[in-house]
């Protein structure tokens, strides 16, 4: 059966919902609406006699780099290159853009795939679980989302995702948390409830103390009796910590680049990433 490539539209979500409850992603339909929202002309799916069969989407931030996320392909449809061509429409459409460079999180199975494409690799991540029993939701007032976390997180993502972030914290809230010092900020953190698990992202601290109070605050918060974080293998306190609430490794990713990586960020302050389908 031959494919065709054309761009998203909101009529595709449901499918697009489908494909990631197969795939036991975490991802919800405001996830894939935050896409279309940010950047709907580069967000496309495969279709064939009136089926979508696959999808991939991207965002770009500042013009600085974009992401690709979202590459999925329904299993009876695997096999045919839909996804090795949704990967190319998406790369094609943010060359002609002048995007200087394409990010991504890559599971182990796809890492060979991104690697005959150009992309390396620039640091590892873990996620981590935790199951337990569920709680009462948390009666923490909302914190605002200020002007000088949005300044921190453009150094230490970099590039601007305000708007993202503010889109996360106008469904959650409760969950933006803040770890300040005497005279400066000392961390933030945002969280998001996902189609299996709440999660703990982007979590940033300029130290231990910060991280631990961040993280302690966020589970006290949340009332998910699942949790996920996408924690930087090389940081020093993230997994430390979440070993030491009880979480569980799941699964393995890498953060690849393609192109030229002119603002990588502070990955020395990331504790914990927005996601990976986000960056």
């Known amino acids: 059966m031959g494919f065709h490539i054309r761009r998203m539209t909101p009529g595709d979500i449901s499918a697009g919902e489908q494909f990631a409850q197969i795939a036991a992603w ?10 279309l929202r940010a950047n709907r002309e580069g967000c496309f799916v495969a279709e064939a006699g009136g089926e979508v ?5 991207t965002i770009t931030y500042q013009g600085r780099f974009a992401w690709i996320g979202m590459v999925l392909v329904h299993p009876d449809r695997r096999g045919r290159g839909i996804g090795t061509r949704l990967l190319n429409t998406a790369i094609e459409y ?9 990010k991504l999180d890559s599971t182990p199975q796809g890492k060979p795939l991104y690697e005959k494409l150009g992309f390396v690799s620039m640091f590892e991540i873990e996620r981590w679980e935790l199951r337990r029993s569920p709680e009462r939701e948390s009666d ?10 949005l300044e921190r997180d453009r150094e230490v993502f ?10 996360i914290a106008l469904d959650y809230p409760h969950l933006v948390i803040h770890s300040r010092g005497q005279e400066e900020l000392m961390g933030y953190s945002f969280g998001r409830r996902g189609a299996l698990a709440d999660h703990l992202g982007p979590w940033v601290a300029r130290d231990e103390p910060a991280a631990r109070e961040l993280l302690n605050e966020f589970l006290r918060r949340s009332n998910g009796a699942r949790i996920f974080v996408d924690a930087l293998k090389g940081n020093p306190w993230a997994i430390g910590l979440l070993r030491e609430r009880g979480f569980q490794f799941s699964r393995p990713l890498t953060r690849m680049y393609r192109g030229r990586n002119e603002f990588p960020g502070r990955i020395d302050l990331q504790c914990g990433v927005l996601g990976p389908e986000f960056g």
């Not at 069969?53 to 989407?57: L, P, S």
């Not at 923490?140 to 976390?149: N, S």
């Open 26 to 35: 975490n991802q919800t339909r405001s996830d894939w609406e935050r896409f």
């Open 53 to 57: 069969m696959g999808t991939v989407a």
């Open 94 to 102: 943010l060359e002609s853009c002048r995007i200087p460079c394409i």
């Open 140 to 149: 923490a007032a909302p914190a605002a989302v200020t002007a000088e976390m």
């Open 158 to 167: 970099g590039a601007d995702r305000s708007e993202l972030l503010r889109s």
